[in-house]
């Protein structure tokens, strides 16, 4: 309710006597109802007492890492941050075991220009409900398996993970009811993951899949908790992983078993070969794994990885998605910045930030394949929109991928530090892919974007195949909206981000969770009844940061893997990874 302004001259007053103790009357009852409204929230939002030191962001309260951590309610210089609970009122706090007061859709701001501190804490507020009701959801009727069926209301695995449930929504949510302060629904995860998680099943996984997912997320909860059942986990897996190294080139295979070791590649993957994306997305979890352990091993597989890619031939520059893990060749020709490509690039630049920018051959490999990727497949449609296309054999095919919309964020992070002083350019570039990706979205029905969207035959930013136009709860639009917010606070990245929420409650939301729809341009989709356990690390946690603080997670000191599972900058200064030769600025 909003209460009206009244101006102070005498105009503003009824002239009639009765009829001013009338207006008194409803004003008194409009300061009473807002009072009462004042103390109710209070109840339920203001802070709880805890033992844990905290980090005050405004927008939430977040257990300090440790690591690196500013003073408490300090900057790294001493001066007292701006939003200190002494300068800003902490209203987004979640009383334990309590319900939350709803909040509407249109709470948050009525147009794109309505940015208050309220109305953006309202949206983080809303966000955080969606999460409660994913995680509450997966609680009740998938517990410990891999993910969930929201309309059947029970579990659901996948290849990816093998026959055995392994918790992977668990594993994957556990940094993202952390900095959301969902701290009873962590201690949850963390107890089955102590009691269950057992990487010692007869179970086939993908080693890129619980690299990212896993070894990622325990990572980051590690950090971010310092509970070492974390870090234990995570060497336990990676252990298990190790095997599927041992092929002729060192290329790992695309799958392992974690009990007998045995790997292979997928049936579909073009002449046996190894995906660029899977085994070049691995550099950030197991640099960290050699941090912690001091076990060589982990790194020298990474880098064994980037010295043999180094010295092969690259057609026109480009990195081809298939290499065969047996002859050191590469399969078919055909590139991409989407699917079996996409974060083989983006882990080239977060090597370089994660190593506090000392790695700097993970640099210079990263602007050279980034020069490549814009002479041959980045161009402007006829309508002006810029877009990614697919490499194939010699032939740019004009169809870009929801995964390939990432690619706006991954721009505009590695714009500072670009040669030749393009970092403009670079940045220019993330935003028209943003707004490429949300045209995507805009030109749908249910304003969520497919899956492929083809710029030809009159067609942009369109799909045209039925396989493509399905939304399954995917986050990497929302991901570039953060990114470009981040570096340019541009309010319309906060205004797309939340038409995404709007549509993902809206269409996607049902009574047991979340679940991707089939066609997002009919008016009345079917659902594909899969609550993707991504959903939970990244579209829900890229949402929340959208509208949070710089200060929360900031990029200075923490570099989301491709999982958006955040791992700290290693400040390593003089100090030598094991097994590595010293980093030359």
Sequence with gaps: MLIPTLSPGASSFPHHRATLRLSEKFILLLILSAFITLCFGAFFFLPDN?????????????????????????????????????KRKRIL??????????????????????????????????????????????????????????????????????????????????????????HEEFKDGQEWIDQNLDFGVNAEVSVFEVNIRFIGGLLAAYYLSGQEVFKLKAVQLAEKLLPAFNTPTGIPWAMVNLKSGVGRNWG?????????????????????????????????????????????????????????????????????????????????????????????EARKTYDDAIEAIERHLIRKSNGGLTFIGEWKNGHLERKMGHLACFAGGMFALGADGSPDDKAGHYLQLGAEIAHTCHESYDRTVLKLGPE????????????????????ILRPEVIETYWYMWRFTHDPKYRQWGWEAAQAIDKYCRVSGGFSGVKDVYSSNPTYDDVQQSFFLAETLKYLYLLFSSDDLMPFE?????????????????????????????
């Design 93 to 182: 706090k979640r009383a334990r075991g309590r319900r939350f007061v709803a909040v509407t859709l249109h709470s948050c701001f009525a147009k794109s220009e309505d940015f208050t501190a309220s109305n953006v804490l309202l949206c983080c507020h809303f966000f955080f409900q969606m999460m409660k009701h994913a995680w509450d959801s997966y609680r009740q009727y998938g517990w410990g398996h891999n993910e969930l069926k929201p309309l059947a209301k029970k579990g659901h695995s996948t290849n990816i993970f093998g026959n055995s449930q392994l918790g992977a929504t668990i594993v994957d949510a556990l940094d993202t009811l952390y900095i959301m302060g969902l």
């Design 268 to 360: 579909w993957a073009s002449a046996g070969s190894s995906i660029l994306a899977e085994f070049g997305t691995l550099h950030m979890e197991f640099v960290h794994l050699t941090y912690l352990t001091g076990n060589p091993a982990y790194y020298q597989k990474v880098m064994h990885i980037r010295k043999l890619l180094a010295k092969m031939d690259r057609p026109n520059g480009l990195y081809p998605n298939y290499l065969n893990p047996r002859t050191g060749r590469w399969g078919q020709h055909h590139t991409s910045v989407g699917g079996l490509g996409d974060s083989f690039y983006e882990y080239l630049l977060k090597a370089w930030l994660m190593s506090d920018k000392t790695d700097t």
């Design 452 to 471: 492929a969207f083809k710029f030809d035959s009159g067609l942009e930013a369109v799909a045209v195949r039925q396989n493509e136009k399905y939304y």
């Design 50 to 86: 805890s033992k844990h030191k905290r980090f005050d962001l405004g927008l939430e309260d977040v257990l300090i890492p440790h690591i690196d951590s500013p003073k408490e309610g300090k900057h790294a210089s001493g001066q007292e941050s701006s939003s200190s609970p002494r």
């Design 557 to 585: 000191s923490w570099v989301f893997n491709t999982e958006a599972h955040p791992l700290p900058v290693l400040h390593l200064g003089n100090i030598t990874l094991p097994g590595s030769e010293p980093a030359q600025r």
